[in-house]
């Protein structure tokens, strides 16, 4: 069971470059997530996605798009890459949580992407 | 105002020791969930433990312990009998059902980076 995987690990981009991160998940989970983390924070939230063809913004999305074609996948997109874009990059998935906190509703993680950009 | 505090940015303890991570929130919601998660130095992030906001007790997952005191916002991880093999990060984070957006993202706090000592 592979869990949540993450596409490609590590990546160096030169400034205006574009690329696509690819997550995928193999556990049926309706949310997906993309976050961010730099060194010293926590990591932050950049777009998310509650379903097959549906895509919302996080607290940091400028600078990324995204696109959920498939349920089990969530791809992150750089049009035009900045150094401020450097960061490891976590896609994470869980079950719907029918607003509830009564359950975890645990969000899995992926093993991260480390993208610098130049 | 920090939605998750970690006022605690690394510790040192010695092994067999048991340890107290602090974690502070904010919010106006009810319904919210608090999380802890461990990143070793290879950068998995790895779910530990949960608390919902209506749960009476303290979570526990084998050594690990929540102690959540509701009335002072506080959700502090408990590690007993340290082991080497805890020394790595960990962060808080806050799921919120109403603030939240439906997002059912994570808010994280910056991190402990805790180390055990022989």
């Known amino acids: 069971n592979a869990g949540v995987t993450q596409t490609p690990k590590f990546r160096v981009l030169k400034t205006g470059q574009s690329m696509t991160l690819l997550c995928a998940q193999d556990?049926?989970?309706?949310?997906m997530y993309w976050y961010r983390q730099d060194p010293g924070m926590g990591l932050r939230l950049i777009h998310y996605?509650?379903?097959?063809?549906?895509?919302a913004k996080g607290e940091v999305p400028d600078g990324y798009n995204v696109s959920r074609l498939k349920k089990q996948n969530f791809l992150l997109g750089l049009e035009s890459a900045a150094p401020s874009q450097t960061s490891v990059y976590f896609c994470?998935?869980?079950?719907?949580?029918?607003?509830?906190?009564?359950?975890?509703?645990?969000?899995?993680f992926g093993p991260g992407t480390r993208l610098t950009v130049l | 105002a920090q939605k998750i505090t970690q006022t605690q940015p690394g510790m040192f303890v010695q092994e067999k020791e048991a340890v107290t991570l602090d974690c502070t929130y904010d919010t106006s919601d009810q319904s919210y969930g608090l999380f802890w998660y461990k990143q070793p130095s290879s950068g998995e992030m790895i779910f530990l433990i949960y608390q919902g906001s209506y749960d009476e007790q303290n979570a526990t997952e084998g050594r690990y312990s929540l102690n959540f005191q509701k009335a002072r916002k506080s959700a502090n991880l408990v590690i007993s009998a340290s082991q080497l093999g805890d020394s790595a990060m960990y962060f808080c984070a806050m799921r919120e059902v109403y603030s939240g957006g439906g997002a059912d993202g994570l808010t994280f706090g910056k991190g402990t980076h805790l180390i055990i000592q022989p």
């Open positions: 556990m049926n989970h309706e949310y």
């Open positions: 996605s509650v379903g097959e063809g549906t895509t």
């Open positions: 994470a998935s869980s079950s719907y949580p029918g607003g509830s906190v009564r359950s975890s509703n645990t969000q899995y």
